[in-house]
T-cell receptor, first 113, second 112 residues
Framework: EADIYQTPRYLVIGTGKKITLECSQT?????MYWYQQDPGMELHLIHY???????EKGDLSSESTVSRIRTEHFPLTLESARPSHTSQYLC????????????FGDGTRLSIL | GEDVEQSLFLSVREGDSSVINCTYT??????LYWYKQEPGAGLQLLTY?????DMKQDQRLTVLLNKKDKHLSLRIADTQTGDSAIYFC????????????FGQGTTLQVKP
């Protein structure tokens, strides 16, 4: 079973605040991903990483940034939150070999007032 | 470009079989996946099938792949109320990025 953890699970915060969403995995997976998902809707890839010091933009443009200093940790940061950032953010990871399944965390539901 | 399409909603009675359908466009996809998402949760990997297979069965789940028509289906036998969720079909994107292309998700409603 996959071990990938996201914190916080829920966050309600005011406009203009700096936010960091945490994602950690204990499986030693090289590849990690961030998705944005509105409730009940499709997933949009916003960032991914092949490994340490690798970050790439996803298919959906996002004002967020990511870093990958350690294999197990892939935090996502919003420098100045806006109501348009309200959404669910899902983190996933997979092994380095191609076509390996992605394993997901439980997500962070973010609401910007 | 790569695209995955699913019907949006399916309603069945408890004990019946459910069949969720998916079509994809990228014939080079090596793996195809089914994920389940319960309310407020992340995605749970249910099963996946390699593109050189026609069928894969895992307990109540049966995956059928028609590569010629680029059609994938997930059959859930003896559907239970706990199966109510959103089901996402996904194909592996071209290249070695590890990226997945997801469908819009099918909401399965199971009536008692």
């Amino acid at each position: 079973e996959a071990d990938i953890y996201q914190t916080p699970r829920y966050l309600v915060i005011g406009t203009g605040k700096k936010i960091t969403l945490e994602c950690s995995q204990t499986m030693g997976h090289d590849k990690m991903y961030w998705y944005q998902q509105d409730p009940g809707m499709e997933l949009h890839l916003i960032h991914y990483s092949y490994g340490v010091n690798s970050t790439e933009k996803g298919d959906l443009s996002s004002e967020s940034t990511v870093s990958r200093i350690r294999t197990e940790h892939f935090p996502l940061t919003l420098e100045s939150a806006r109501p348009s950032h309200t959404s669910q953010y899902l983190c996933a990871s997979s092994r380095a070999l191609s076509n390996q399944p992605q394993h997901f965390g439980d997500g962070t539901r973010l609401s910007i007032l | 470009g790569e695209d995955v399409e699913q019907s949006l909603f399916l309603s069945v009675r408890e004990g019946d079989s459910s069949v969720i359908n998916c079509t994809y466009t990228d014939s080079s996809s090596t793996y195809l996946y089914w994920y389940k998402q319960e309310p407020g949760a992340g995605l749970q990997l249910l099963t996946y099938i390699f593109s050189n297979m026609d069928m894969k069965q895992d307990q109540r789940l049966t995956v059928l792949l028609n590569k010629k028509d680029k059609h994938l289906s997930l059959r859930i036998a003896d559907t239970q109320t706990g199966d109510s969720a959103i089901y996402f079909c996904a194909e592996s994107a071209a290249g070695n990025t590890g990226k997945l292309i997801f469908g819009q998700g099918t909401t399965l409603q199971v009536k008692p």
